[in-house]
């Protein structure tokens, strides 16, 4: 999730066209990673990670369409033109404070919960 949207936020900071299919790849690459951490959960614990790697998910989702339909309706200029667009916006601010939490959290092996992915 974190390489979608990266890589996201770099085309659009640098006026790359996106589209529907150009992110169909990192869509359908982050939900194969996600179903496959979803065999692995075996805990509480991890189910309760495994939600929250799922709201993070979701938000990506909505972001990265929100951001394709932003582009066709030639509504971008905005992040190519200002350094702090993208990290201005909530529902990036959003997805960049869950994703340093999650990669913490798993990182430590014990679950922990914080109010930006939900």
């Known amino acids: 999730m974190r390489e979608w949207a990266n890589t996201l936020a770099y085309a659009i900071q640098n006026g790359y066209p996106i589209s529907e299919h150009w992110t169909a790849n990192s869509l359908e690459q982050a939900a194969h990673d ?5 065999v692995a959960v075996s805990t ?5 990670a495994l ?36 990290r201005d916006d909530p ?8 994703g340093r939490f999650l990669a913490a959290m798993l990182g430590s092996g014990s679950f922990k919960d914080d109010p930006s992915c939900h």
């Not at 996600?34 to 979803?38: E, F, I, N, Q, T």
């Not at 938000?59 to 702090?84: C, F, G, I, P």
């Not at 601010?93 to 869950?98: A, F, M």
């Open 34 to 38: 996600l179903r496959l951490a979803a």
């Open 44 to 48: 509480e614990s991890d189910r309760n």
């Open 51 to 86: 939600q929250l790697l799922t709201t993070e998910f979701e938000a990506v989702h909505k972001w990265s369409n929100k951001l394709v339909q932003e582009r066709k309706a030639m509504d971008t200029a905005k992040y190519a033109t200002s350094d702090n667009a993208l």
């Open 91 to 98: 529902a990036s601010q959003k997805i960049v404070t869950c």
